[in-house]
């Protein structure tokens, strides 16, 4: 089945801790996307890949790193600088890099700071 | 920059009525593109309809539909003959050439039964 998948599902953290959050597709996609969910508000865009070895930062980039090592994965790392790091994070890709193609999403992962 | 503004937090209908949830957005550009997506309970992304700025046509997709009204920024989505399963949160999203997504708030839309 092609799609996205991401992991963990549920992520739970110490302060002070970093964590990385997978995100993985075999749809071929050259694109991918991070976004970040909080209760009651839109999606906003962390980081964003648009070709293997290079990815730009989104609005919300402080405190969060990636790498694009491979075209089908786009890891996320939470790091202990990002001052509020509980949300759901979602990943997505698109076909094409540069245009106006569609975002296709993976399940989530909900990470929360103990 | 550009924003997009869902004006109704939450929404409700009867099973098998229509209800239709608003959009707005705030652009200077001429080309862009306008998206509706869904997210259930499970809170998995589910694209609903894509509409081109160009196309003057509504787009459908089978009970949706969209009224997209570009002198007056507006992009509403209309469903009919809601279903039990169209119980979600709605996010109103634009796209200029990039692919950068804009996401409005969100409206819960309850479907009654």
């Known amino acids: 089945d092609g799609g996205i998948t991401q992991s963990p599902k549920y992520l739970f953290r110490k302060e002070g801790q970093n964590v990385t959050l997978s995100c993985e597709q075999n749809?071929?996609?050259?694109?991918m996307y991070w976004y970040r969910q909080d209760p009651g508000q839109g999606l906003r865009l962390i980081y964003y890949s648009q070709i293997v070895n290079d990815f730009q930062k989104g609005d919300i980039a402080e405190g969060y790193s990636v790498s694009r090592e491979k075209k089908e994965s786009f890891p996320l790392t939470v790091t202990s600088a990002q001052k509020n790091p509980t949300a759901f994070y979602l990943c997505?890709?698109?076909?094409?890099?540069?245009?106006?193609?569609?975002?296709?999403f993976g399940p989530g992962t909900r990470l929360t700071v103990l | 920059a550009q924003t997009v503004t869902q004006s109704q937090p939450e929404m409700s209908v009867q099973e098998a009525e229509t209800v239709t949830l608003s959009c707005t957005y705030d652009t200077s550009e001429n080309n862009y593109y306008l998206f509706w997506y869904k997210q259930p309970p499970s809170r998995q992304m589910i694209l609903v309809i894509r509409q081109e700025a160009y196309k003057q046509q509504n787009a459908t997709e089978n009970r949706f539909s969209v009224n997209f009204q570009k002198a007056a920024k507006s992009f509403s989505l209309k469903i009919s003959d809601s279903q039990l399963g169209d119980t979600a949160m709605y996010f109103c999203?634009?796209?200029?050439?990039?692919?950068?997504?804009?996401f409005g708030a969100g409206t819960i839309l309850r479907v009654k039964s």
């Open positions: 997505a890709s698109s076909i094409d890099s540069g245009g106006t193609d569609t975002q296709y």
């Open positions: 749809l071929n996609h050259d694109a």
């Open positions: 999203a634009f796209m200029e050439y990039g692919n950068k997504l804009v």
